[in-house]
């Protein structure tokens, strides 16, 4: 079972206390956007083995929307942020490639 700390309130919170939200960190289009890039946000999504960023909710918790770095093979959590952010902290990048040396941040286009 899949267990991630909320940023918000801190619990450790297993999977049937979240909900799932999608890939993290999406570029949004706003008016006057082509329609090409409109549809690359409505159905364009990565769906990698190993390293991958998502959306959660703590939907029985705080209510709070955030993300967590995890590991789509292990299910291992690398850690949680803040939804705000346009990408991981600095400490979760670094507990990333403590693992796996070869993996590099690239923000979506």
Not at 34 to 59: C, I, K, M, S
Not at 63 to 74: D, I, L, N, P, S
Not at 87 to 93: L, N, R, S, T, V
Request: with cysteine; charged share 25%; aromatic share 14%.
């Amino acid at each position: 079972m899949l267990t991630v700390t909320c940023p918000y309130c801190g619990i450790n919170a297993d999977e049937s206390e979240l909900s799932p939200g999608g890939e993290a960190h999406l570029k949004r289009f706003g008016p006057g956007s082509t329609d090409a890039d409109f549809e690359q946000y409505l159905f364009g999504r990565q769906n990698p083995r190993g390293v991958h960023f998502e959306r959660w909710r703590h939907a029985y918790g705080c209510g709070k929307w955030f993300h967590a770095a995890r590991c789509t093979v292990t299910l291992e959590v690398f850690g949680t942020y803040a939804a705000q952010t346009y990408e991981p902290p600095q400490d979760i990048k670094d507990a990333i490639t403590a693992k796996r040396p070869d993996w590099v941040w690239e923000a979506l286009s």
